[in-house]
Antibody, heavy 122, light 111 residues
Framework: QVQLQESGPGLVKPSQTLSLTCTVS??????????WIWMRQPAGKGLEWIGR???????NYNLSFKNRVTISVDTSKNFFSLKLTSVTAADTAMYYC??????????????WGQGTLVTVSS | HSALTQPASVSGSPGQSITIPCTGT?????????VSWYQQYPGKAPKLMIY???NRPSGVSNRFSGSKSGNTASLTISGLRAEDEADYYC???????????FGGGTELTVL
């Protein structure tokens, strides 16, 4: 059973960079060419996808984040990461990592982390 | 960006069936069979209930079913139970540059 765990600072100052890591356990990330996804959810609001990366390194980003987001993967260490630059209070949310399917159109998340709350405040 | 449209809330009594609609356009829900549904309890991560319009992941009860007609996808829960009370979100592939879009969520209350 694949398990995912987010980690990173819970508090980030405005204009700084939010950095989160998702550690994958229960199997090697290299065992298939899955998509690894970052999502977020502001308190009391709906889900928003941030971006995804395949095991082979192909990325897709939600254009709402313009050029602020970078997702990377290290399959040798079984984790992937999120960097979101120039954060504002609007980036305060619960951040989730997840695993999707193996094809471009597999836009669903079968496995999720428990989520980590990130607050943007000075 | 424009989200898929879901009712803010629906309710039903135990044993009944309810349907949650998710309305999009021909660029997303209507044009492709890549609609998925998630169930989320307060304070918990979402759980995938339906993918590719009508497929259930292993372990999801067959009381949950998905369908699509035109630009509207639907999640139907039959034999409603108290444990079904949760928020439900739909999502879809979109041929616009957004790639992936979500509905605003529907709060299901079991009366």
């Amino acid at each position: 059973q694949v398990q995912l765990q987010e980690s990173g600072p819970g508090l980030v100052k405005p204009s700084q960079t939010l950095s989160l890591t998702c550690t994958v356990s229960g199997g090697s990330m290299s065992s298939g060419n899955y998509y690894w996804i970052w999502m977020r959810q502001p308190a009391g609001k709906g889900l928003e996808w941030i971006g995804r990366i395949s095991t082979s390194g192909t990325t897709n980003y939600n254009l709402s984040f313009k050029n602020r987001v970078t997702i990377s993967v290290d399959t040798s260490k079984n984790f992937f990461s999120l960097k979101l630059t120039s954060v504002t209070a609007a980036d305060t949310a619960m951040y989730y990592c997840a695993r999707g399917g193996e094809t471009y159109y597999n836009l669903w998340n079968e496995y999720w982390g428990q989520g980590t709350l990130v607050t943007v405040s000075s | 960006h424009s989200a898929l449209t879901q009712p803010a809330s629906v309710s039903g009594s135990p044993g009944q069936s309810i349907t949650i609609p998710c309305t999009g356009t021909s660029s997303d829900v209507g044009g492709y069979n890549y609609v998925s549904w998630y169930q989320q309890y307060p304070g918990k991560a979402p759980k995938l209930m339906i993918y590719d319009v009508s497929n259930r992941p292993s372990g999801v009860s067959n009381r949950f079913s998905g369908s699509k007609s035109g630009n509207t996808a639907s999640l139907t829960i039959s034999g409603l139970r108290a444990e079904d009370e949760a928020d439900y979100y739909c999502s879809s592939y979109t041929s616009t540059s957004s790639l992936w879009m979500f509905g605003g969520g529907t709060e299901l209350t079991v009366l």
